[in-house]
């Protein structure tokens, strides 16, 4: 037995879906390709404190031939730390510098104000002084002061210019009698004057 033909209705329904297939496989062919765009790195964020501290080198300030004429050795050295890493209350950073043998060591403290750079050097000075201690104040513009020790064999100085606060500290041979002396408190006087006058034209100016 033949099969029966399909009606006309049944056929143009095939026909339409076969059509309606064809025209939707051409429009997602056309479809444009979709592209991304990778995302954008942020900018890398900015310490606020870095910002404000200078790059110095505190051995710019001291002149190797003032250590050498007062019996030091003028070889120098500055500190290996990062100054801003030595921050604390109202210190943004310290720079530091020595002479190979430890006995003159210079520290400069930058502050967040004039007032705060004379209150450390103050500070600095307000020590209890020991058997021999010779303590001479410097003049009111930059406070502090110098302690000079010859029997002990340790003195300091101490001023600030500015927002910068100084230390000095320097190591002497202790003076013992029938031995020749190598660090008088002349020289050891003489040599803290003349860092002093050396090195504050040098931080007033920020070239160092």
């Keep these: 037995m033949r099969p029966r033909p399909r009606s006309r209705p049944a056929v143009a329904a095939v026909c339409a879906c076969v059509a309606l ?4 496989s051409s429009t997602e062919s056309a479809a444009p390709a979709v592209t991304t765009t990778p995302p954008t790195e942020p900018a890398p964020s900015v310490d ?3 910002q404000t501290v200078p790059a110095h080198d505190a051995c710019a300030l001291l002149d190797p031939s003032l250590l050498s004429a007062a ?8 500190a290996d ?5 030595l921050a604390y209350k109202d210190v943004l950073a310290v720079y530091g510098c020595g002479n190979d043998q430890g006995e003159v060591v210079f520290d400069v403290s930058l502050h967040t104000s004039v007032e705060a750079a004379r209150a450390e050097a103050d500070g600095n000075a307000d020590v209890n002084l020991l058997p021999g201690d010779s303590k001479v ?3 009111p513009d930059g ?3 110098k302690i000079i020790n010859t029997d002990l064999g340790v003195s ?10 100084v230390l000095l500290s320097v190591a002497s041979d202790p003076i013992i ?3 020749a002396v190598k660090h008088s408190f002349d020289k050891i006087d003489a040599m803290i004057d003349a860092i002093v006058v050396h090195a504050d034209p040098l931080l007033a100016s920020g070239n160092w």
């Design 137 to 139: 104040a410097f003049g």
């Design 177 to 179: 009698p029938g031995i």
């Design 21 to 24: 297939l064809s025209a939707c």
């Design 156 to 165: 300091t100085a101490s001023w600030s210019n500015g927002t910068y606060s």
């Design 81 to 85: 730390l990062n100054p801003a890493d």
């Design 48 to 50: 606020p404190v870095a």
């Design 143 to 145: 406070g502090g002061t």
């Design 71 to 78: 019996g030091f050795s003028g070889a120098l050295h500055t």
